[in-house]
């Protein structure tokens, strides 16, 4: 970035060739008939709900969010496609939905508020009624359907989908407890079918995991995360999946590269400490490059003396702790580094390469939050 004098000091590229290669997993696996739902929510799992949706949205037939200000926010960038509400929506949030806005709802309050909105405001939301097959979190028991199904009758409401969502699925290897609950979901879907006189369109239970390992999940739509950003749910996704069909088959690639520059050198004198708590100490004659991102960017504290970051195409480690807004990383054995070098904080370079897996597995995380606590404020741009 040195010849670029207006570079930033930290943005975020998103490739979407990786992007169309990771829908093109998924499409190419999916029945023509199952309708395949990009799920775009915490800013589009870090990457930049603005730029990177009108990408998802050329190929997806959905778009799925966690909250009612979220779908508008898509309204607002001119996204058209039908969007799937996943959260909870209380009735401050239900203000200028339009129907193409679908809620998924958990509670027969939930269905009264969208009866109520409908009379208020002559906006009709269709629902698609949440049932709970063993996650505990939302959904209503799966003995409730009946009732759920009837509640939304009799308040004339348009029910046109029955999801679930997988406790487990990406946990392990051992598979029974999604087989229970896929068992659980098909009992459930079958009573709403018996209450309603018909077969709801829109039958939903599978996140990336369960549509990368198990087709019977699909059924008529599919939510797919964190697989369509190029990454896989978990390594015991990955190990079922090569248990299953041998290596080498799906092939998923990260959309996503943080970058920053250089923004200073540092030597440090062997003996010499570094940072706050001066936690790491200078074995011989040092130098630094000081780094302007923090953990106010995403970048986690827990990482500081434990990550490397990629320069020049070499791996740079992060030594002493991470600040707010400043890390530092041990150059000494990559010549020539200077100011406004780019720095890849996640991504590739050269030969080296930092995953989001990488970083998680080093934090006691996983990728998903490593990607979602990315800043907003980081300028995001497609790579060209
Ligand atoms: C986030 C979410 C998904 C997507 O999960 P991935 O593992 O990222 O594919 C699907 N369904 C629901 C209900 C979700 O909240």
Request: charged share 20%; aromatic share 6%.
């Amino acid at each position: 970035m040195a010849d670029d004098f207006f570079a930033p000091t930290q943005w975020i590229e998103l490739d979407p060739s990786a992007l169309a290669h990771n829908a093109r997993v998924f499409r190419s696996a999916l029945a023509p008939t199952t309708r395949l739902l990009g799920v775009v929510k915490a800013n589009a799992y870090g990457h930049g709900l603005e730029v990177v949706a009108p990408e998802i949205a050329k190929h997806v037939d959905w778009l799925g969010v966690h909250s009612a200000t979220e779908a508008r926010a898509l309204r607002e960038i001119g996204t058209a496609l039908p969007i799937l509400v996943m959260g909870y929506v209380p009735p401050v949030d239900l203000r200028d939905l339009d129907s193409g806005i679908h809620l998924l709802v958990s509670s027969p309050t939930a269905l009264k508020w969208v009866a109520d909105y409908r009379d208020r405001s002559g906006v009709s939301l269709p629902v698609h009624i949440k049932v709970d097959t063993g996650a505990k979190r939302q959904g209503v028991p799966e003995g409730a359907i009946g009732d759920m199904a009837r509640t939304a009758g009799r308040y004339r409401l348009e029910v046109v989908g029955v999801a679930t969502h997988f406790a487990n699925i990406e946990d392990t290897l051992e598979h029974q407890f999604a087989r229970t609950q896929l068992e659980r979901f098909q009992h459930a879907v079958a009573e709403a079918t018996s209450v309603l006189g018909v077969e709801p369109p829109f039958i939903h239970a599978a996140c990336s995991a369960a549509s990368l390992l198990f087709r019977q999940t699909d059924f008529t739509l599919v939510r797919v995360g964190i697989s369509l950003y190029g990454h896989w749910p978990s390594r015991e996704t990955k190990l079922s999946w090569i248990l299953e069909h041998g290596r080498g088959g799906v092939e998923l690639q990260p959309v996503l590269s943080w970058r920053a520059q250089v923004g200073q050198l540092q030597p440090v004198g062997k003996g010499e400490s570094v940072g706050y708590g001066r936690t790491w100490t200078a074995l011989r004659d040092t130098v630094l490059a000081v780094i302007p991102v923090g953990y106010a960017d995403g970048y986690p504290r827990a990482l500081g003396n434990r990550s490397r970051v990629a320069i020049r195409g070499c791996a740079a480690p992060v030594v002493g702790r991470v600040c707010m807004n400043i890390m530092m990383a041990d150059v000494t054995d990559i010549p020539g580094v200077e100011i406004g070098d780019r720095v890849t904080l996640l991504g590739a370079d050269g030969g080296a390469t930092v995953t989001a897996e990488d970083l998680a597995a080093l934090c006691g995380s996983i990728n998903y939050e490593v990607l979602a606590r990315l800043s907003p404020e980081i300028p995001r741009r497609l790579a060209s």
